[in-house]
């Protein structure tokens, strides 16, 4: 199991950025693929970026693709999430989660181990 704790949210207006990081308590992090989530109040749930334990491949969510950038640093155990040009709809508690199965997975129910989560706010 992996412990997963995340950090860096807060309020932002609406244009600004925000830099997330998850740090990973483990001495495998760099064969662990990660990714973050998403759920806004009253809604499920969602995607919005992972990356690859191998040979860093991304994948995002349309809604975020150009804006967000996923990113990781295996000697550090962390993974980041850039997030840039915010809009109000990324209002959010954002997750970090990890899983061993390697592939591009962008369904949560692939994912074994989740962090608390980091508030993001963005106001107008």
């Known amino acids: 199991q992996v412990q997963l704790v995340e950090s860096g949210g807060g309020l932002v207006q609406a244009g600004g950025s925000l830099r997330l990081s998850c740090a990973a308590s483990t001495r495998t992090f760099s064969s662990y693929t990660m990714a973050w989530f998403r759920q806004a109040p009253g809604k499920e749930r969602e995607f919005v970026a992972t990356i690859t334990w191998n040979n860093y491949n991304t994948h995002y969510a349309d809604s975020v693709k150009g804006r967000f950038t996923i990113s990781r640093d295996n000697a550090k155990n962390t993974v980041y999430l850039q997030m840039n040009s915010l809009k109000l709809e990324d209002t959010a508690v954002y997750s970090c989660?990890?899983?061993?199965?390697?592939?591009?997975?962008?369904?949560?129910?692939?994912?074994?181990?989740w962090g608390q989560g980091t508030q993001v706010t963005v106001s107008s």
């Open positions: 989660a990890a899983q061993r199965a390697g592939w591009i997975l962008t369904s949560a129910a692939y994912y074994d181990d």
